[in-house]
């Protein structure tokens, strides 16, 4: 069994893969195995990751979609064949730091206080100090996830996860894309070891999803938003801007999607409150951003598709260099 399970979901980037592949074979250790996932692919994706194959000796594990499904979906299947104790992701636009996987060894084996959770480093867009080691005096932390993302993070981070807990959730499969943070706040109390340097380097593609201007993935944003707004009411604490703002959002992205009567029944088992008070200007709030979304057409109904293709898809896969 390897300690690590490195997972790359990818879609039509066949032509990077060498790039991640590359950062695999220069790590120091090879107590990994490299899992990718081929979200229907219309490139030589499997090509290229077969051709790798044949000049490496870590295990490869492809598993293709014979239909585009999104990142959650390949996710929770690479999870599922996944055998190693810990699991991180390096993206097709990622490439890892040479002392990348020794620096989380080295983290999770000094960590004698009690079972971690997940580990956590900051990413780079460039090769800047990507060389040292723990052994140069880099420094750890550990605390509550939620408190170690807000004080360390500078954007966004690699995340190392405890397999088990992996396997025991799932992602949420409600669009191409759903923001792993949804699960990651399920476990905001847990232990986590923050490392003090970069780990990972990441390319900002012009395809990418924080470079386009339209809105996609409407029922996954209904989803982070219920639930926030969900947390909000059970907690009974908000700022009120904070809530109206929440509020809005998800019954913006509910009239998108048509998905509304969720949200109204987290306050119809609640007494009258200010909560509900907010709720309404919430619902004035969400339905303006709707119109507008409507009239300036910035939401695409990437939803349907995927529950169309979500219906008809299969899986097959393929191992090289398995031990």
Not at 169 to 195: M, Q, S
Not at 286 to 303: M, S, W
Request: proline share 3%; with cysteine; hydrophobic share 40%.
């Amino acid at each position: 069994m390897p300690k690590f399970s490195i997972l790359t979901p990818t879609y039509n980037r066949g032509t990077l893969l060498p790039y991640v592949w590359l950062s695999l074979v220069t790590q120091s250790t090879r107590d990994f195995e490299w899992l990718i996932g081929i979200d229907g692919a219309t490139d030589d994706s499997f090509e290229v990751v077969s051709l790798l194959a044949e000049r490496c000796d870590f295990p490869i594990r492809v598993v293709c979609a014979d239909l585009h499904v999104g990142k959650s979906v390949i996710d929770n299947r690479l999870i599922s064949e996944s055998r190693g104790e810990w699991v991180l992701w390096c993206d097709s636009d990622d490439y890892l730091s040479p002392c990348c996987l020794s620096a989380l060894s080295e983290a999770i084996d000094t960590q004698a206080s009690g079972p971690v959770y997940c580990l956590l480093a900051n990413i780079s867009q460039d090769l800047g100090g990507l060389t040292k080691s723990l052994t140069d005096g880099i420094s750890l932390r550990t605390g509550k996830l939620s408190q170690l993302t807000r004080a360390h993070l500078v954007s966004d981070g690699l995340i190392c996860v405890d397999a088990n807990i992996l396997r025991s959730e799932r992602f949420p499969e409600v669009d191409f894309y759903c923001p792993e943070g949804i699960l990651w706040k399920k476990h905001g109390t847990d232990n986590a070891v923050f490392i003090e340097m970069n780990l990972m380097v990441r390319k900002f593609l012009p395809d990418g999803i924080s470079r386009t201007r339209k809105i996609l993935y409407p029922r996954a944003k209904l989803l982070v938003w219920s639930a926030v707004l969900e947390q909000a009411i059970l907690g009974g604490k908000s700022e009120v801007f904070s809530f109206v703002f929440c509020c809005g959002q998800a019954v913006r992205f509910g009239l998108h999607t048509g998905r509304c009567s969720k949200l109204f029944t987290l306050f119809r088992s609640r007494r009258m409150s200010l909560l509900h008070l907010l709720g309404f200007f919430g619902l004035a709030v969400g339905t303006c951003a709707y119109l507008l979304d409507k009239v300036a057409r910035r939401v695409i109904r990437t939803d349907i598709e995927f529950e169309n293709n979500i219906r008809i898809y299969s899986f097959t896969s393929k191992v090289f260099n398995q031990n």
